[in-house]
């Protein structure tokens, strides 16, 4: 049974750092790539970030470039996102989705199985 | 970053069949897979079609997905209340990102 646990996330003041982990269970972990998605109160997903399953392949959104940074541990069945210079518009509920085991970019648009999210506040 | 166009609202009475549309570009819907994602208040979404008209297991066939040129749709038949919900088309696009509609909320009438 796959299994992502989100945690990490909080309150942090603007300009702030976080560090998310979301640890997976329930599927070889080292053959799957790993995304990132937020959600912001009202509002649909948007995609965050993206690992290939060996990490040698990551993109991240415009609108995190730079400040995000997305890394896994296979040996520790777990993805981070680092998240730095934070600001008020970063708040959301943070969901670490399971990709596909494609090569092909086409498919990094698949999200099979979600995490239950780990809230991140940054304050206006 | 271009987007994927969905209508906001779509609705019905139970039993009938609705469509929903997602209207993107070249460089993204008609170029790679679209899948489609259910998602009910205070839960993750749930991917309900993937690779453009494929269901996972456990998906009822009263889902179906298509694709043609730059546009796609998901199609609901024999709607029930328990389809109530918010459905959101996503694509990888050719910029480098993964691009999500904005959703369409579900209501049977």
């Known amino acids: 049974q796959v299994h992502l646990v989100e945690s990490g996330g909080g309150v942090v003041q603007p300009g702030g750092s976080l560090r998310l982990s979301c640890t997976a269970s329930g599927f070889a972990f080292s053959s799957y790539a790993i995304h990132w998605v937020r959600q912001a109160p009202g509002k649909g997903p948007e995609w965050v970030a993206f690992i290939r399953y060996d990490g040698g392949n990551k993109y991240y959104a415009d609108s995190v470039k730079g400040r995000f940074t997305i890394s896994r541990d296979n040996s520790k069945n777990t993805v981070y996102l680092q998240m730095n210079n934070l600001r008020a518009e970063d708040t959301a509920v943070y969901y670490c989705a399971k990709g596909s085991t494609g090569l092909w970019s086409g498919e990094l648009g698949e999200f099979g199985y979600w995490g239950q999210g780990t809230l991140v506040t940054v304050p206006s | ?109």
Do not use: H, M
């Open chain 2, 1 to 109: 970053q271009s987007v994927l166009t969905q209508p906001p609202s779509a609705s019905g009475t139970p039993g009938q069949r609705i469509i929903i549309s997602c209207s993107g570009s070249s460089s993204n819907i008609e170029s790679n897979y679209v899948y489609w994602y259910q998602q009910f208040p205070g839960t993750a979404p749930k991917l309900l079609i993937y690779r453009n008209n494929q269901r996972p297991s456990g998906v009822p066939d009263r889902f179906s997905g298509s694709k043609s040129g730059t546009s796609a749709s998901l199609a609901i038949s024999g709607l029930r209340s328990e389809d109530e919900a918010d459905y959101y088309c996503a694509a990888w696009d050719d910029s480098l990102s993964v691009l999500f509609g904005a959703g369409t909320k579900v209501t049977v009438l």
